[in-house]
Antibody, heavy 123, light 108 residues
Framework: QVQLQQWGAGLLKPSETLSLTCAVY????????WGWIRQPPGKGLEWIGE???????NYNPSLKSRVTISVESSKNQFSLKLSSVTAADTAVYHC?????????????????WGKGTTVTVSS | SSELTQDPAVSVALGQTIRITCQGD??????ASWYQQKPGQAPVLVIY???NRPSGIPDRFSGSSSGNTASLTITGAQAEDEADYYC???????????FGTGTKVSVL
């Protein structure tokens, strides 16, 4: 059974860089996209971006200028960096496994999620 | 447009059927996936593709799609189904995910 374990700093000051890592246990690392999603307090889910085992990335256009997602396939880990954080970046950040197909039918989903890391940006 | 729109809140009597809808242009090309989220917990995938349930998801959850609208139906809602529900799909470019605005389901 695949499990995702995530960690990183939970309290940041404005202008600092958010840094989180997610480790994948119990399953294949290749063949999937590995993503980050966040949820501000009391609000909905926002997709941040994703990476595959070979390092190919896709980012949310609204965050692209500040986001870097990297992968360390030898350790089955991937990481998120979000620069120049402000209070608006305060949220619970989840990592997740994604998969999709465009062969015949078109669908994508995220089926395994990390428990989430609460990140607070405050001076 | 890359937006997915959901009704903010819906209520259902215990044991009755509820349908949650999600509208967006990208749904003309991509099937939606649906997620259940309870307070303080990570989202859980309940429906993906045309109408597929991951292992462990009760068969009272089902999905359907027509045009630019995807629907999640709970047939015989249970108290434990009270949660927020989000739809999700790729956007029209195919390179990004987009989440729906979320629907809070109350079971009365």
């Amino acid at each position: 059974q695949v499990q995702l374990q995530q960690w990183g700093a939970g309290l940041l000051k404005p202008s600092e860089t958010l840094s989180l890592t997610c480790a994948v246990y119990g399953g294949s690392f290749s063949g999937y996209y590995w993503g980050w999603i966040r949820q501000p307090p009391g609000k909905g889910l926002e997709w941040i971006g994703e990476i595959n085992h070979s390092g190919s990335t896709n980012y949310n256009p609204s965050l692209k200028s500040r986001v870097t997602i990297s992968v360390e396939s030898s350790k089955n880990q991937f990481s998120l960096k979000l620069s120049s954080v402000t209070a608006a970046d305060t949220a619970v950040y989840h990592c997740a496994r994604g998969w999709g197909t465009t062969a015949g039918t078109y669908y994508y989903y995220m089926d395994v999620w990390g428990k989430g890391t609460t990140v607070t940006v405050s001076s | 447009s890359s937006e997915l729109t959901q009704d903010p809140a819906v209520s259902v009597a215990l044991g009755q059927t509820i349908r949650i809808t999600c509208q967006g242009d990208s749904l003309r090309r991509y099937y939606a996936s649906w997620y259940q989220q309870k307070p303080g917990q990570a989202p859980v995938l309940v429906i993906y593709g045309k109408n597929n349930r991951p292992s462990g998801i009760p068969d009272r959850f089902s999905g359907s799609s027509s045009g630019n609208t995807a629907s999640l139906t709970i047939t015989g809602a249970q108290a434990e189904d009270e949660a927020d529900y989000y739809c999700n799909s790729r956007d029209s470019s195919g390179n990004h995910y987009v989440f729906g605005t979320g629907t809070k389901v109350s079971v009365l």
